[in-house]
């Protein structure tokens, strides 16, 4: 019998949990939070990943991360829109990751997400992010951990090592899954030093997948239709994880499932729907005042699909109220300002 070819629309497997299909959103730091995790959701991603949280911050009760990082909205339960969501955690004490672990577990996580390939010095400065590719025993201590102290599914995110041409992150996927039980690697291949630069491995990526006893799943790159899918094909991966490629372009999940053609941009009202939604979500998260603030880093993404040009880009960032940018928005593409 001829085995069928993979599609990202098949469902799979993690530990215990049956993934709905294919199409993964990242831990976009700092962004990932609850209402962008079910936006890529109701666009079809078979699983939201947080934002990175600190261990430490979880353990030691602050107030913030306990409240708004940690947050799962009703609406993105596994019960809602997709499949479950993941919480993204850092750190490299095991025993503070056991606590942080089975705090996330209690706040409604249906799988923890271990970061070792954050690039960014103040992460790594403190043994954790990609430091931890150097010290795989210690990553090995934590990924049991975590485990351990929340009884889920536990993933980890890997770059391909430290250093441009090192590949320790490969030999600790290993380690990860023959030693600490973990469910699945995500497998960025570019180093930590070159963070989002220059091509992936793709050959190494693919080499993993055929070595590993656990899913892999791809990410790095993953920008258009046809260059995700062709690396999902060439790599074997299981799935294929959607970081910057993904941002106010929640289409390019219907675009890999194929309930939009690959080829259909948007439309100004479908843009202008969207960026609303948001406006409306991060008020309920955060109240109209910070809102207000917060969402200055979202505008750019939804303003080039817009095509409104540099001047309403500007214009919205020196908004300090949503009802301001709601105004300037509705005059840019000539339609009702939303309730």
Known sequence: MTTPPRSLTDPWTLGPLTIPNRVVLAPLAGIGNWFVRLQAKRHGAGLAVSEMVSSHAIHYGNEKTLTELLRIHPDEATAGPGGPTSMQLFGSDPEIMRSAAATAAQAGADIIDLNMGCPVPKVC?????????????????????????????????????????????????????????????????????????????????????????????????????????????????????????????????????????????????????????????????????????????????????LGAGRELGCALQGTDTVEQARALLAEAVRLPVAA
């Open 125 to 305: 400065k403190t043994g954790a992010g990609a430091a931890l590719i150097k010290d795989p025993d210690t990553a090995v201590a934590v990924a049991r951990a975590a485990g351990e102290g929340s009884g889920l599914p536990v993933t980890v995110k890997l770059r391909s090592g430290q250093r441009k041409g090192e590949t320790d992150g490969y030999v600790l996927a290993h380690r990860l899954v023959d030693e600490a039980g973990v469910a699945a690697i995500t497998f960025h291949p570019r180093s930590a030093q070159v963070q989002h630069k220059g091509e992936p491995d793709l050959e190494l990526a693919r080499q993993l997948v055929a070595s590993l006893g656990a899913p892999v799943i791809l990410t790095g790159a993953m920008n258009t239709p046809r260059g995700i899918a062709d690396a999902f094909a060439f790599t074997g991966a299981t799935a294929v994880m959607l970081a910057r490629g993904g941002l106010g372009n929640p289409w390019l999940f219907e675009q890999l499932l194929g309930t939009r053609d690959p080829a259909a941009e948007p439309a100004p009202e479908e843009v202008l729907a969207e960026l609303h939604w948001i406006i409306d979500r991060c008020v309920e998260h955060l109240g109209p005042e910070r809102a207000g603030r917060y969402l200055r880093k979202c505008y750019p993404w939804y303003v080039e699909r």
